[in-house]
């Protein structure tokens, strides 16, 4: 502290100081050409800094640049970018995003508290600054419909809530459970009172179950439907997280509403929410975002705003970040075009990490424990006899299919008429019906849910994977037996990841060695390969533009209508396994 008071005072020379700046005060909402100078890893002065240059002070040309606090990304699953924390970390510091609030809810529901705990030692070393919120809903859904391979309970969340870096419990997705006022999911937002910042997870929530679900102490929404609704959580005090990923993308239709009604926007916050690693590395991380604000008609400070002292704010460390004024961390980005939010140079804590482009600082890889790295347990892999469907029918069989569509989770129940063969079910690539499964992978209890889907297009082959929503076992779709159990016994090989097989050759693959859900590999390197996997799905017939995509979400059992985990077909509507012969 006293370093800081002398170097504003002059006593002491500051360690960098940005000249003639164009800063965004994010408190004013106004535009300041001031100097910056900075001592250690704190913002010592922002005014005239000529008595704070000394001999060995590093002078940064801040003439015709705008310096903003460095971008907060409100609400992101790092896992859905298939790169690990110390990946995500170089890819994202380029753009300007400093800090993330972190939900490793894919994570634990393989590696539970270990999981949180390995990613929470990682963050520690890196220069982004990493909070992480306790996933509140693992499982997702009821054990006799899925099998993760962990459970956080409420003893966890106690026990989590001690570790340095937590800040919050992570999304209750369990709406129906709070409305219902479930003991065992009120007694986990008990658990977190604590925390400033409880996530919530409310899609078209609306009038009275909007205030009774708000009432409970969380304080955000990342999941709203339409402007009407994302208005509606304003009024009512809910923190709006406007999200725009790769998968769910929101940010028109509610900003639209704000800007026309001239709202307040203090509790507006900006959430990538997932973001695939082509995303991240053509389009950016939260800069990308505080553009299409702006392309939308926001006011540019605001959108800036909602990206720095506004998340700042709900988290509760706006006394150390947020904002470009005396005694905060140095987190700062200098851009040379306010509108289109080109980042230049980020300062994390008062270093100088990128600068014109360049990074300065070498982030290291971390070792990674073997538990986190080998977490693919089938026990005996299975033959191709295991996802045979038997019959005592001698022509053919009535069945119930998932249909899955382009650009939605949801799917349909559909019905079809197919071929028997000594006792078997046989799939039928020509009517688009294939065989789909899923293998449990955590605890070698040798499950294996068996049914039909329609909307793939395989002609011939199989694929499969370890990301698989929200338990993440092996999902397995192919057009044939045989190769779907070498797919399987591939991932078991690379201990997690994506496969495309046929007529018995691997044909394509990424190994995703962390959890089987994050590659330790460069983006660079994980964009190459996600490139060739899904050119070979095409070759294959498969006609999805993201079939790796589809497939993660045809195992999870709370999005309608027809699902399937190892469990066996599930009926989301009535939550039960059903029947997939007639």
């Known amino acids: 502290m006293e370093k800081i008071i002398r170097t504003a005072l002059g006593e002491k020379k500051a360690d960098i100081v940005m000249k003639d700046t164009n800063i965004i005060n994010v408190c004013t909402g106004e535009i ?37 606090p460095g971008f907060f990304d409100s609400h992101i699953h790092i896992e859905s970018s298939e790169i690990t924390i110390t990946e995500f970390t170089r890819a994202c510091l380029s753009h300007g995003t400093t800090a993330v609030i972190w939900d490793p809810h ?43 391979g962990a459970v956080i309970s409420t003893e966890d969340i106690l026990e989590l809530a001690r570790e340095e870096g ?116 053509d389009q950016g991380e939260v800069d990308f975002l505080i553009r299409r604000c702006i392309e939308e008609g926001l006011d540019p400070i605001r959108a800036y705003q909602m990206a720095t002292l506004n998340p700042a704010c709900y988290l509760g460390v706006d006394n150390k970040l947020g904002s470009i004024t005396p005694g905060k961390i140095a987190d700062i980005v200098l851009l040379d075009n306010l509108e289109k939010v080109n980042v230049t140079t ?37 033959e191709p006899d295991a996802f045979r469907i038997k019959t005592p029918n001698k022509n053919e069989q009535k069945v119930k ?44 209890s040798g499950e294996v849910g068996r049914g039909f889907v329609r909307g793939f297009g395989l002609k011939e082959g199989s694929i499969a994977s370890t990301v698989a929503h929200d ?25 997690g990841g994506m496969v495309v097989v046929n007529r018995g050759k691997k044909i394509s693959h990424l190994t995703l060695k962390f959890a089987g859900l994050m590659s330790t590999e460069p983006i660079e390197k994980v964009i190459e390969r996600r490139k060739k996997l899904e050119k070979a799905v095409i070759e294959m017939g498969c006609e999805l533009e993201s079939p790796f995509m589809t497939l993660s979400f045809i195992s999870l059992p709370v999005i309608p209508e027809l699902k399937i985990t190892e469990k066996g077909l599930i009926d989301v509507i009535n939550q039960e396994v059903t029947n997939v012969l007639f």
């Open 32 to 68: 300041e050409q001031e100097d910056i100078a900075i001592k250690t890893d704190k913002i010592a002065l922002v005014g005239n800094a000529s008595h704070t240059i000394g001999e060995k002070t590093r002078i940064i040309n801040g003439k015709d640049k705008f310096a903003s």
């Open 106 to 148: 894919e994570i634990a529901n393989v590696r539970g508290v270990k999981g949180i705990r390995e990613i929470l030692a990682e963050s520690r070393n890196l220069p982004l600054k990493v909070f992480v919120m306790i996933p509140s809903c693992v499982p997702a859904a009821s054990p006799k419909l899925g099998t993760s």
């Open 166 to 281: 937590i800040m919050g419990l992570g999304e209750v997705m369990n709406f129906p459970g709070v409305l219902s006022c479930d003991k065992g999911v009120l007694a986990k937002i008990k658990a977190a009172e604590r925390f400033r910042a409880i996530d919530g997870h409310a899609p078209g929530l609306r009038a009275e179950k909007l205030c009774a679900y708000f009432s409970t102490g969380i304080r955000s929404d990342h999941e709203s439907i339409s402007g009407e609704e994302g208005v509606e959580k304003l009024r009512r005090g809910v923190f709006l997280m406007i999200r725009e990923g790769t998968a769910s993308k929101n940010l028109a239709s509610l900003i639209k509403p704000i800007i026309e009604m001239k709202m307040d926007t203090r509790n507006c916050l900006l959430a990538t929410d997932d973001k695939s690693p082509e995303d991240l590395k």
């Open 346 to 382: 980020t300062i994390v804590s008062g270093i100088p990490i990128v600068v014109d482009g360049r990074f300065e600082v070498k982030i290291r890889n971390y070792k990674y424990s073997s538990e986190i790295q080998n977490s693919v347990n089938v026990g005996k892999i299975p």
């Open 401 to 444: 299919l998932i249909r899955v569509s382009e650009g939605t989770l949801i799917t349909s129940s559909e019905t079809e008429y197919l071929k028997v063969e000594k006792g078997n079910v046989i799939p039928d690539p020509k009517k688009d019906v294939l065989q789909v499964a899923v293998v449990e992978r955590h605890h070698a």
């Open 471 to 495: 338990s993440h076992n092996i999902v397995i779709v192919g057009t044939n037996w045989n190769d779907m159990a070498k797919a399987v016994s591939e991932i078991v090989k690379m201990q």
